[in-house]
């Protein structure tokens, strides 16, 4: 029964850590076990340590995924503070990391057959139903969180969009006209005709 248990308890680890290290790379942009020191690797580096750290995982433990003497992880820990105040980018990108991170934990608990209560409807037919416990709660604010970004981001899009049709109406019939007067096999010459052109128009 302890072999299986420290079995389980290794499978969940490995889990946790690659999918830390996959979250990391994805927002640092870069190879978490990359000897580089290039400051997004190092960042991304002080970031899996950290957030490792916070869910009980030893300094060597966490030194041990990323080829790392556990001293740069206490290192790590000591530091990422002063980071966390001082570089506005790091502070984004550790933060989404981390609200990652913590969605796919409790994602994970929520699957976990001790965090449903087995309760039987009206026809006796029984249904498991998860606690409306803390980690619960912080995947819902965690989505709603995501949903108010992608809102933003579609909100750009959309002015973007709006922009790029203005200038192109702006100058709609010029193209239509180059378009349809344009002979093939010219197209070189007309450019150059029409930079000469313009140069004429606003040098006057």
Not at 53 to 64: I, L, P
Not at 123 to 144: A, C, M, R, T, V
Request: glycine share 4%; aromatic share 10%.
């Amino acid at each position: 029964m302890r072999t299986e248990y420290r079995e389980l308890k290794t499978a969940k680890s490995k889990n946790e850590a690659n999918e830390l290290q996959r979250i990391c790379e994805k927002h640092f942009h870069c190879d978490l076990k990359s000897k580089s020191r290039k400051a997004n690797n190092v960042n991304a580096k002080m970031a899996f340590g950290t957030l490792l750290r916070k869910r009980g995982y030893t300094f060597d433990k966490v030194g041990g995924f990323i080829n790392k003497h556990h001293a740069t992880i206490i290192h790590y820990q000591r530091n990422i503070d002063m980071y966390l105040l001082t570089d506005d980018i790091f502070n984004e990108r550790y933060q989404r990391v981390s609200d990652e991170f913590d969605s796919y934990c409790t994602d994970y608990k929520l699957k976990n057959p001790r965090n449903f209560v087995e309760v039987k409807n009206n026809d006796g037919f029984s249904l498991n139903l998860p606690h409306y416990n803390e980690e619960l709660i912080k995947h819902i604010q965690y989505l709603n969180k995501e949903k108010k970004e992608l809102y933003l981001i579609l909100e750009k899009l959309k002015l973007q969009e709006n922009f790029l049709k203005v200038s192109e109406n702006r100058v709609k019939n010029i193209i239509e006209i180059v378009k349809q007067r344009t002979k093939i096999g010219t197209e070189e010459e007309i450019e150059k005709k029409l930079h000469v052109w313009f140069n004429g128009v606003y040098e006057k």
